[in-house]
Every structure is written in C-alpha cells, then in structure tokens.
C-alpha cells in the first residue's frame, strides 16, 4: 500500500512512446517448386529466411542452426500476395462530409483484430493496400500492411517505410454522396475535375504561403506563421511527388480527364483502381506511366461500369501497363490466385503474368517493389506456400508467411480465430453484402435522402 | 451526565428531523461521529474512534478527541467512516442536449443540408464550454450517486468531440457554481464525430482535427504572446473562445482526458498525445489490462470504468442443470418457460463462442486487480455504469483478485490526486473537506449499507430498508407503476415511440412493451422491479440477427417518467414517458 502512495501520477512527465516491433523469424523451406515471379521458376530448391530476410535461394541449403525447417516437397513456394486495394484491417472507410478530406488518414483507425485479415492470410495474402473509399472526389491517406495477425496493437499492423498513398474518387460515388446528398459540388463528372483542379490550385497558394514564412523567419524573429491546415499541407504534398494518388475510376473519359489534370499540376505518380474502361486507353495509360490495378471480371453492378470486360487486365499488360488484380472485398482477398489464373482463361498471360499482377505489380503500385513481390535474395521474408500451382483451380494455400513467422499453417487452422469479443455483444452471424466497401459508412446518408 | 448527553442526543434528532422535513437550515453544521471504526485513508484503521466536522472542515480525528459542546453526536457504534468517494470521471446531472430539429426522424429529409462555412461549435469542438453551463443540481442521479457514498464527481460535460471542461462537483448545494469544487479540471474529448453530417464524422477525422486545431491554437497563443510584449507591426489576434480554451491545455496546466473504452481507442488517444505532447488521461478504460506496457512506460493516468459487462451465471446454472441431466427444475418460477431451451446442450460453436465470452467477462473483472499487480495506479469513473451496479461490479472486481485497500485508494486518494485535491481530498484529516460516508459495516461487506453521507459538512441520512428483490412485494411501489404508458426514446436522428403495460400478476409485476412502428405486436419485458420510485427492467431484442438485451432504469414520478436505457454498445438513450390509464 505504500508503495502505491509513493506511487504518484506524474501528469506533467514527458511521454515518449515506443511501439514494439513485430516480431521477425528464421526458417527454412525445402525442396519446393520456387515460383520467384521475376527470376523464373526453380524445381527442388529451398528459400532460406533469416530474420524476416530473405538470405538466400538454391538447391541444398542446410539450416542454420535452431531454423526451423518446412519440407516443401510437391508444394509450390511463391511470394506473398499483395491486393492494392482493399479495406480490410480498418475500422473507418469513409469520411463523406466533404468532397475534399486529404487531412484523414485510415492509418489512424487500423484494427489488428478484424479476423478478415486471418482469412487473408488463408488465401496466401500478407500485405495488402487498407484505403479510404470512394464516397469523396480526394479522400483520405490510405495505409499499407502487412497481415500479421494476432495482435492487439495497431502498429503491428504497418508496413513501415512504405511510401505514402492517397484516395481519389471519380464518377457517380461523389456525385451521389456531395451532388445529390449535400447539394454541394460535385453534380457531374465536370465538377468532380473542378473539385481537383481548386483543391490543387489551392494547395499550391498553401505551399507558397509557407515557403514565404520559412523564407522570413530566418529574419524576423515576429513573422506569424500562416494558418495550419493539414488538408492542404497533404495535397501539396501530393503536388511535390510525396504522396501517390490511388484513384477510383471506372470510365475512359474521366481517366482520361485525370491524367490531364495530372499533366497541368505536374504530378507524376498515380494508379487507377477498378479502371474497368481502362482497356479503351490502355497505350494513353501506358504513355503517362499510370498503373492500373482492377478486377478480374466483376462490372455492372452500376451504370457508370456496365461496360467491361474480363479481357482488361491482359489488354492492360499487353500494352505495357503496370498492372494489378485486386479484392476491394474481404471475400476475393481469400482467393486472389484464382482471380489472377482468370487471365489465363481471358488473355492467354503467362504464369509469371498472371502472378506478377498479384504480387510484383502491386508492389510496384505501392511503391515496395524493392522489398516484397517477389522471391529474390534481400527481399522481406513474405512466402505462400500452396498445394497445386497457384494458378490451378485445385490450388490450396497451405502455409502463409511473413518476415519469416508463420502466420497461417492449414494444419494448425483454429475454429475460432477471433482475438477478443464483445462480451456484451455476442455475434450471431455476418450479414454478406454484395456491395463493395468502397461506400462503406456512408449508406445511411443515401438512404436520408430518399 | 449521560443523560444529559441522551437529552442533547434527542433534540437534535428531533431538529434534525424537523430540518429534513421542513426545508429548514440545520441548527449549525457541527457533527461528531462517535464509537466509530475510522479509515482515515486506505490500509489504515482507527477503533472506538471519533471525528468531529465543523462548518465543512474536518475538526478533529482520533481516538482522543473531546467532542464539542455545541457538536450534534451520531452516536456510530460499529459503523465505518471512511472519506466520501471521489468519481473521476462521471456525467450524472448533466442536461443531455436536445438534437436539432433537422436531425430527427422523419423531419430530416425534409430538411435541406446546411451548406453554411464549418464553425468550431458546428464540429463538436467546443472546449470553452465548462460543466456548470450543463449541470442540474436537481438531477436524481446526483442523489443516487450520494447515497453511494460519493461526495465529489469529476463531471464531463455533454457533446461530441471536445464537448468540454470538466469540473469536481462537491455533491451539495442547489445552484451548479456553488457546487463545483474545481472548474476546468481537465478537457474532456472522445473519439465521437459531428452532428448533421459535419466534419469530424469518423473517428479519422476526429484525429485529425485534434492534430489541426491545436497546433493552430498554439500558433495563436504564440501570436497573443507576441502581441501582448509589443503589438508594433503585428496584426492584432482574432478572438476565437474555442481556441483560447486551449491555452491551458497548450501550458499543460490542464490534462486532456481521453474517453478510451477499448484498447484501439487508447492507441489512437496517444498516438495523438505523441504527436502534439500535451498531458493525458486515459478515461472510461475497459481494456488497460492489453495495454499496461504503454501505460507503464509513459506513466499515464488512469480511471477506470466502473461498468462491467453482465454476469454469465445465468449459463453456469444451465449447464449444471444439463450435467446432471437435465432432469432437475429450478425453484424458480421464472426459470420454467427456458427449461426447454436450456435441456438442449449448445452446439460445440456456441458453447465455444459462449466459453470465449465468459473469458472476456473475466478479463475485465480482473482488469483493476491485474493493474495494480503490474504495479500501475487508477482512478474509478461511473459513466456508463449504472449507478444500482456501482457496488456490485466493485464486489466483482474484489472478487476477482482486487484488494479492497486498493478499491478504497481508486475512490479516494487517487482520484484526489489525478484532480490535484489530495490537499483538501481524499483522506480524512484534521482540516481537510468534511466529505465522509458512514457505512453499517466494511463498506465492500455485501450486506453493508450506507447510513450517513457527509458532503462540505452537510449530513444526509439514510434509513435501512430491506432491499427488494427483482419482481418483490413492494406494493405501494408497484402500485405507482401500474396502467398504460406512452414512452418516447431519444434516438440520435430518430425518435421510438410505444407504449409500455404494467399490470399485476399474483404478487409479481410484469409489463409489456409495444412499438408504434411495428403496430400491435408487445413483447415481454424481463426481471421489472419497482423499489421506492425507482424502476428497472430489461427485454431482448432482435438486431437484424443480431440479439440485443436492452436495459431500462426509469424513475417515477406520478404519472411522468424519464430515465434511460443501455443499448449494448450503442450506448445510453433517453427515455420519457407519460401514463395514459390506470387499472381500474
């Protein structure tokens, strides 16, 4: 007890935080068929991982001592899959009470314990694009993880390093949620550029602003600090290169539209997601240098994507577009590799195509393609291992790592997954949505409105 | 002399008793609490003790105390004083805020949206707001919370984001700013978005407006500083209260106090503290037991909530009846009609899942023992708890491994402490605050009632009613609840309406409930109980799937009724209520 008095909050101590970090491991896969992606395919080899790096890929690799050893025999070893777009691991989609929001970030509402990350990581997926939606023209920063489940702190979750990306919405999304909902701009597909070009306008007064005030502080000690505004301090930043766009789009004209806007404003770096048009102007995407990350064959499910075609990301590579195959859903994250082997059936890509539009394509567009996507000497330790190639309809993932820790083994597959529960609230089931969380939150908006 | 010291004994009582019946000022405001086992503070224990108030200070303490002539004496044989509880983080007697008109119901699509510029009030972001604005001295609640034994709330004012500054309330007096002990004890935000569709709307946006909004208001302290040693050349400081608020919190002479119910919530609140500095009070803390390496290592303060999730006996008696075969009946009535369900044995997942619950319940009973095993201080606060489960779930967490010396400390000395009013607070001590509870026994004794409460001095009693049981013979009680109600529940953007029966069934009450959207149909409601003017009850109810047990606490007032009822996790809704009929 008197310890406990002695014990006295000190409100004013500096607080310095220190996350721990994620835990890194060793291990050793042998004898598997290594399907590297971007060095071709090795038969009988191993991958060795010491801690969490990838150290080496050959025949005959011995443990080093106390590394656990997987036999890989018969199995398939290929580089985790990474899904560009995605909302799984969030606990907030959407900020819809502006047209423009780039000050949020979903990074701030990471959630370790959404169990649509264990099954992720059943279907061989280990990082994966957690973004803002589509319900603003600029949404919020998004966050790249990595699905090491299991924990209770968000920060386990981050892929630290990785370069900062931002959400862009074109089309019917914010024009249904600002147009309609707020009678706001944007109404039409024009508004949706204005709200870009004012917002960009605006960052770039912002910018100037600040730039002057760093210039005058050096001599005068009283210069007053313009108004703070993190908003604008984002999309300068987007202007500069900082930060990447990731926009939702799905018409050919509207892309079109945003690459020239991109032109006007100097921006560089930016991929299109869904971009189910994107075969129309696949050689003018290829020419910006934009990427383009979009669905295997899901379309018409509103009218501005009626019109696809499960040819897209085959007419995409083919023209020399860096191109990927994502989820935007907690269900097709479990099965990417079925939706990548599509691509096969529609387009005739080769195995390395097909999987690079699952794994080194993405990373790319996430701008980690230095660290993970593929199997190479130096990269991050993040490995599926599958029963049946990937790309067959009778593969089935049965080990999934990350920095060299096992994350998921089919053999040690628990029925209850779940981290911790609502003791007051007890789940009975899932209601399965067909729609995609792009507009997750902002529905009861809609239906106000009505 | 004894006698005489009888005769004193007997006009006071009867002064006494005229003051509480009349609204007449007692005679003076000296007590001496006689023969009575002290606790001064916690882990110390004074017998055959006595303690004399005078004028809302603490006079004397001890076993050698003489007792003034003029002191009216509550003779206290085996009680127990301890000091009057603190509540470190409490929203009782606070005014809920109506919604706006355009936000409600049916009249919102009717409403267009208000495109007017963004203000700070329009945000939720109203530091400059202080508790005495929003505080009824009238509230039930208050009193309910005084016969507890509490004698000071830190009391958080209503609203979203930063709603505003709380205040310790000294619980006595009739005007709120005679009560507040402390004003702007510490600014008090959680992770709640806007009203009307306004920016902060999530949680992400909550951050990061707290990230904008303060380092704009230390550029216009810096500004304001500036201007006040020489405005030549400066233009002048634009006036903004939200932002002036802040200063305090900039200077770190007030502490933010963060609502953090769940473990993602604590990460967030000081991920935000990391990046803008300011002192922190992690509040309403369900889950710290996942976080005590954070907490530790920054030396965080700490309040605890005093709610609990329910118990899961109820399972327990299930299953025993089904191991042994399922064969014998309960003695109780009530248990009959779910005789046939519970014969059932769960499927292996829900026995799973149900198993998986149970471990949680206990992880958050055992959250204030595993604290203080990690050697980590903490404070109570009841906002969320209902105020008939405070004790109760204190039990609990002693059950679970709580010493009571600590339980005692996180109600005096550490709040006291956290509020910076361990010089006035928190113990009992020659000329500190006269705020005591006199109790029969131990305080954390079950059966242990409060029979005196002392607050600035001021002496509430307290008679010993037997307690009555859920659906008990309290019949005038009852009586006062019987007939047809029509209730109204205030629901963010909407509002349920329905009407609520109450009739007798042999000795027990039982009622039903009926809501205007869904026609006729009534359902049952479940344990009602009538005590004095008090009344609770609570019905399930189905969620899209999803089974909710809704909790109502309503207090009577002839043929009104207001109160409240928990949703789960929703939170706690307003309830209203007028009676149409009686029974004949």
């Known amino acids: 007890m008197k310890q406990l008095f002695s014990l006295i909050f000190i409100l004013s101590a500096s607080i310095t935080l220190s996350w721990s970090q994620p835990s890194k491991g060793s291990l050793l896969i042998k004898n598997g068929t290594v399907l590297t992606v971007t060095k071709g395919t090795l038969t009988n080899s191993d991958v060795l991982i010491v801690d969490g790096i990838i150290k080496k890929i050959g025949k005959n690799i011995s443990a080093p001592k106390g590394v656990e050893v997987i036999d890989a025999t018969g199995l398939y070893v290929m580089p985790g899959i990474i899904?560009?777009?995605?909302?799984?691991?969030?606990?907030?989609?959407?900020?819809?009470?502006?047209?423009?929001?780039?000050?949020?970030?979903?990074?701030?509402?990471?959630?370790?314990?959404?169990?649509?990350?264990?099954?992720?990581?059943?279907?061989?997926?280990?990082?994966?694009?957690?973004?803002?939606?589509?319900?603003?023209?600029?949404g919020g920063q998004c966050e790249t993880i990595k699905h090491r489940f299991g924990s209770t702190n968000p920060n386990d979750l981050r892929m630290d390093g990785a370069p900062r990306t931002i959400k862009f919405a074109l089309g019917e999304n914010p024009m249904r949620v600002h147009g309609e909902g707020n009678g706001i701009i944007p109404r039409t597909r024009m508004g949706v550029e204005e709200v870009i070009r004012r917002a960009f306008s605006e960052a770039q007064a912002y910018q100037a602003k600040w730039d002057a005030y760093n210039k005058d502080k050096m001599k005068n000690p009283r210069a007053l600090a313009p108004e703070y505004s993190r908003r604008l301090e984002t999309l300068a930043d987007i202007l500069s290169g900082k930060v990447m766009i990731h926009c939702h789009s799905y018409r050919a004209d509207e892309i079109l539209m945003l690459m020239n806007v991109c032109k006007d404003f100097g921006v560089k770096k930016i991929c299109f997601q869904h971009v189910n048009e994107g075969f129309k102007v696949a050689p003018e995407l290829a020419n910006f240098g934009a990427y383009a990350s979009v669905f295997a064959d899901w379309w018409a499910y509103k009218f501005e994507v009626y019109y696809s075609t499960a040819y897209n990301a085959a007419i995409l590579t083919r023209n020399g577009v860096v191109t990927s195959i994502n989820s935007d859903s907690p269900d097709l994250i479990r099965h990417l590799y079925h939706e990548a082997a599509k691509t096969q059936h529609y387009g005739g890509l080769s195995d390395d195509e097909a999987l690079a539009l699952i794994t080194i394509n993405p990373a790319k567009q996430l701008g980690v393609e230095d660290r993970i996507g593929s199997l190479e000497e130096g990269k991050e330790g993040d490995v599926a291992i599958f029963r049946n190639h990937p790309l067959s309809v009778y593969a089935v993932p049965v080990r999934t790592i990350i920095d060299g820790v096992v994350y998921f083994d089919i053999d040690k597959d628990p029925s209850d997954i779940r981290v911790s529960i609502d003791p007051d609230n007890l789940p009975t089931f899932q209601q399965y949505t067909e729609e995609d969380r792009c507009m997750d939150g902002v529905f009861e908006y809609l239906f106000e409105n009505r | 002399m004894k006698k005489w010291i009888i005769g004193i004994y007997c006009l006071v009582l009867n002064l006494v008793v005229q003051a509480q019946t009349g609204d007449l000022q007692p005679l003076n405001r000296v007590y001496a609490v006689t023969h009575a086992f002290i606790v001064p503070k916690p882990g110390m224990l004074l017998t055959d003790a006595t303690i004399v108030v005078r004028d809302g200070v603490i006079e004397a303490i001890g076993n050698q105390v003489s007792i003034p002539v003029d002191a009216q004496i509550i003779d206290a044989d085996s009680m127990y004083v301890y000091a009057g509880f603190i509540d470190a983080l409490s929203e009782a007697g606070i005014k809920k805020q109506e919604e706006e008109q355009g936000a409600r119901g049916r009249g919102r699509a009717a409403t267009p949206p208000d495109n007017s510029p963004l203000t700070n009030t329009k945000s939720g972001v109203t530091p400059e707001i202080e508790v005495a604005s929003q505080l009824d001295p009238s509230a039930s609640d208050l009193g309910a919370m005084r016969k507890l034994g509490f004698t000071t709330l830190n009391i958080v004012p209503e609203g979203r984001m930063i709603p505003g500054m709380s205040a310790a309330v000294e619980l006595h007096g009739s005007q709120a700013n005679e009560m507040i002990l402390k004003a702007n004890s510490g600014l008090y935000t959680q992770f709640r978005g806007a009203e009307n569709r306004k920016y902060p709307g999530t949680t992400i946006a909550v951050m990061s407006k707290w990230r904008d909004f303060y380092k704009n208001a230390e550029a216009a302290m810096h500004h304001e500083t500036m201007y006040a040693e020489d405005p030549t050349g400066l233009p002048r400081p634009s006036y903004d209260a939200a932002t002036q608020a802040m200063y305090p919190v900039i200077k770190k002479e007030v502490p933010v106090i963060f609502e953090t119910p769940d473990i993602l919530s604590m990460y967030r609140a000081m991920d935000v503290q990391k990046d803008l500095g300011f002192n922190i009070v992690l509040a309403n803390v369900k889950e710290g037991y996942l976080f005590t390496d954070v907490i530790k290592s920054n030396q965080v303060p700490l309040i605890l909530s005093l709610d609990l999730p329910k118990k899961m006996e109820e399972e327990k008696k299930g299953d025993a009846k089904k191991e042994r075969g399922g064969m014998e009946k309960g003695d109780d009535k009530k248990e009959k009609p779910k005789m046939e369900k519970k014969d059932q044995p769960d499927d292996p997942e829900t026995a799973q899942l149900k198993a998986k619950q149970k471990a949680e319940v206990e992880k958050r009973e055992k959250q204030a023992a595993t604290l203080t095993q990690a050697g980590i201080p903490f404070s109570f606060g009841s906002k969320g708890a209902r105020n008939s489960e405070i004790k109760a779930n204190l039990n609990r967490m002693i059950k679970a491994g709580l010493t009571e010396e600590q339980a005692l400390a996180s109600l005096t000395t550490e709040p006291a402490k956290l509020l910076k009013l361990d010089r006035q607070l928190g113990t009992l001590e020659k000329g500190k605050i006269a705020n005591l509870l006199v109790s029969t026994g131990p305080y954390f004794d079950e059966k242990t009632e409060v029979r005196y409460v002392f607050v600035d001095g001021s002496k509430y009693e307290y008679e010993s009613k037997p307690k009555p049981k859920p659906g008990s013979n309290d019949a005038s009680a009852q009586k006062s609840a019987l007939g047809t109600w029509e209730y109204t529940i205030d629901v963010p953007n909407q509002s349920v309406e329905g009407k609520m029966i109450f009739s007798m069934d042999g000795r027990e009450i039982k009622g039903e409930i009926s809501n205007a959207s869904s026609g006729d149909e009534t359902k049952p409601l479940n344990n009602v109980t009538v005590s004095g003017t008090v009344m609770t009850f609570d019905m399930d109810y189905d969620m899209g799937g999803n089974s909710m047990n809704l909790q109502y606490e309503l207090n009577l007032d002839g043929d009104n009724l207001d109160g409240q009822v928990m949703v789960g996790s929703f939170g706690t809704f307003k309830v209203k209520g007028k009676r149409i009929s009686k029974p004949n």
């Open chain 1, 83 to 138: 899904d560009a777009h995605s909302h799984i691991g969030i606990d907030v989609v959407n900020e819809a009470t502006n047209p423009v929001t780039a000050d949020v970030w979903v990074g701030d509402a990471l959630d370790p314990m959404d169990v649509s990350i264990y099954r992720a990581l059943a279907g061989g997926t280990t990082t994966s694009h957690a973004m803002h939606g589509s319900a603003n023209v600029i």
